[in-house]
Nanobody
Framework: QVPLVESGGGSVQAGGSLRLSCVASGSIYYTYGSVYMAWFRQAPWKEREGVAGVARDGSTSYGDSVKGRFTISKDNAKRTLYLQMNSLKPEDTAMYYC?????????????????WGQGTQVTVSS
C-alpha cells in the first residue's frame, strides 16, 4: 500500500493556479500529528528539489524559488497535505511528490525522507 497519494496536478497557463493534495494512509495515517510533511518536485534531467515543508507544530519552510507564490498547509483531521500554487511559471513544470518523515533536520532535503507518494504532474505553459 502506497502510504501517500497525491492528486491535483494538471496543465495550466503561466500565471495560473493549482492546488495539490496528498492523502496519508497506513502507519502515517495513525501518526499524522507527529510527522513532518513536505512537497518536492523533479523536472526531467534535474535533481529532486525541496518545495515546501510543514512541521508538526505548523511551522513551515519554503524553497527560494517558490517563496511568496506557494503555500503549504496540513489538515490533521483529514490526514491531508496541501500545496496551493499561485502565479505559476513554466519553470515550475515538474513531477510533484509528497513525502513524510519523523523528526530530523534539513526539512527540504529529500534524503531525509523515508515515505513517498508516486507523484502528480504539473505542466505550466507560457
Amino acid at each position: 500500500q502506497v502510504p501517500l497519494v497525491e492528486s491535483g496536478g494538471g496543465s495550466v497557463q503561466a500565471g495560473g493556479s493549482l492546488r495539490l493534495s496528498c492523502v496519508a494512509s497506513g502507519s502515517i495515517y495513525y501518526t499524522y500529528g507527529s510527522v513532518y510533511m513536505a512537497w518536492f518536485r523533479q523536472a526531467p534531467w534535474k535533481e529532486r528539489e525541496g518545495v515546501a515543508g510543514v512541521a508538526r507544530d505548523g511551522s513551515t519552510s519554503y524553497g527560494d524559488s517558490v517563496k511568496g507564490r506557494f503555500t503549504i498547509s496540513k489538515d490533521n483531521a483529514k490526514r491531508t497535505l496541501y500545496l496551493q500554487m499561485n502565479s505559476l511559471k513554466p519553470e515550475d513544470t515538474a513531477m510533484y511528490y509528497c513525502a513524510a518523515k519523523y523528526g530530523g533536520s534539513r526539512p527540504l532535503d529529500p534524503r531525509m525522507y523515508k515515505y513517498w507518494g508516486q507523484g502528480t504532474q504539473v505542466t505550466v505553459s507560457s
